[in-house]
């Protein structure tokens, strides 16, 4: 019989009814060291102080207005994230997926609202993960997201990642965007060199086709600066952001020039709760603490501190694992073992981590994560890599 929610995951028997930073409880009093944060939302770990206190304070005045309003929470959030970064002007969304849509959506429209309404293919690559929707799954186009969906939506085309030459001669004038995660979050914390964003942003620049950057996983802090593009010193025309910039609350967002943004006008696209008080106000709590330099050094000090325990770890357990890889607190393990077992024995030590594509455990601590933490992180993991060791000997 089917259970009464939808059984579209396979479920850890695992409840948590508390967290409490990077940690998690169970009903039973059982503490989990939380290195998955809700796949890379909490990115201040849970029952942060100062979110709870914002989103307290707005739950008693006000959560939710509809957008035929102006919502001044959303404004305020909108300026923080303009003024941080490349875009002049913002759209929320509820999700990653949301985002997505409307990326895909900004795109299409500025051509078609400059006269080339033909010009509608969207570049992406392999491995690449843009969410659920059917125009998200198009754009990621993997076998196991598409496969019975169809028809799909139509001018998607897959490149194989971080081939160069194979974008060169893919995109051309009648490309519309080229979309791609700086870091590949579900694909298996795969980092595109700088050199490639930076040859990717020529390459739009000389075909005139935008480029999108999705850091929905890879944004707000988690690779050590506020988004990762900032590491190749290249800026998109539009970039989707969500996960961690609700801090647990559900939250996402477009951000955009105005020339990407132009087509976008009155009437266009909207949302129900995207952007409302409620959220808005827990967006602008995290943004106030992720955008401040000192705390973005201190993201990239314990980065410091953890890679160098898993370059160790690794060491010690190489019928386990092959490599550590990522940027920042956006950390892979590449493992030997299947990384699904890794998962599970670390659960067994009570470690939360999160498997991904091409056989890595995904390491998205709390950016916050105190030092004692990240050295009892380590001690699971390596307690975890001798059990699945020694069962495997
Ligand atoms: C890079 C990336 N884009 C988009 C999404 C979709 O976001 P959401 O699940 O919030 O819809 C995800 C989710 O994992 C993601 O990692």
Redesign the pocket.
């Known amino acids: 019989m089917i259970t009464s929610v939808l059984p579209t995951y396979n479920r850890a028997p695992l409840a948590f009814v508390k967290g409490e930073g990077s940690w998690l409880f169970t009903e039973d009093g059982g503490r989990y060291l939380d290195l998955g944060s809700g796949?890379?939302v909490n990115a201040l770990g849970h029952a942060h102080p100062e979110l709870v206190k914002t989103i307290s304070e707005q739950a008693a005045k006000l959560w939710h207005v509809s957008n035929v309003y102006r919502i001044p929470e959303q404004e305020a959030l909108a300026d923080q994230l303009v003024e941080h970064t490349f875009a002049d002007t913002v759209f929320f969304t509820n999700?990653?997926?949301?985002?997505?849509e409307l990326a895909i959506k900004m795109a299409r429209k500025y051509w078609y609202e400059n006269g080339e309404p033909e010009r509608i293919e969207i570049l992406t690559f392999e491995g690449a993960?843009?969410?659920?929707s059917t125009g998200?799954i198009a754009a990621a186009g993997s076998e196991k997201m598409v496969k019975g969906f169809g028809p799909l939506m139509p001018g998607f085309r897959q490149l194989p990642f971080g081939d160069h030459e194979a974008l060169r001669a893919a995109i051309s004038d009648r490309t519309a965007a080229v979309l791609i995660?700086p870091v590949q979050?579900?694909g298996g914390i795969r980092t595109l060199p700088d050199s490639c964003l930076k040859g990717l942003r020529d390459l739009c620049d000389e075909t005139g086709a935008l480029l999108i950057f999705?850091e929905?996983?890879?944004g707000m802090g988690r690779t050590g600066k506020l988004f990762a593009h900032e590491w190749a010193g290249v800026t998109p025309d539009i970039m989707?952001v969500?996960?961690g910039i609700g801090g647990g609350f559900p939250l996402?967002a477009v951000l955009a020039t105005e020339n990407a943004a132009s087509g976008m006008v009155a009437g266009t696209h909207g949302s129900t709760y995207g952007g409302n008080p409620l959220a808005c106000a827990v967006g602008g709590a995290v943004m106030r603490i992720v955008s401040d330099p000192a705390f973005l050094a201190e993201v990239n000090r314990k980065a410091g501190l953890f890679r160098q325990g898993l370059e160790a770890l690794v060491a010690a357990h190489p019928e386990v694992f092959e490599s550590v890889r990522g940027q920042g607190l956006m950390l892979g393990l590449k493992c030997k073992a299947p990384a699904a077992d890794l998962v599970k024995a670390g659960m067994a030590e009570h470690v939360l981590t999160v498997a991904a594509s091409d056989n890595v455990v995904r390491l998205l601590p709390a950016l916050n994560i105190p030092d004692a933490d990240i050295a009892e992180a380590l001690k699971r993991l390596d307690a975890a890599a001798a059990a699945l060791s020694g069962h495997a000997g």
């Open positions: 796949i890379a999700s990653g997926t949301e985002a997505a993960f843009h969410g659920r998200a995660e979050g579900e999705d929905v996983q890879c989707m969500a996960k996402g």
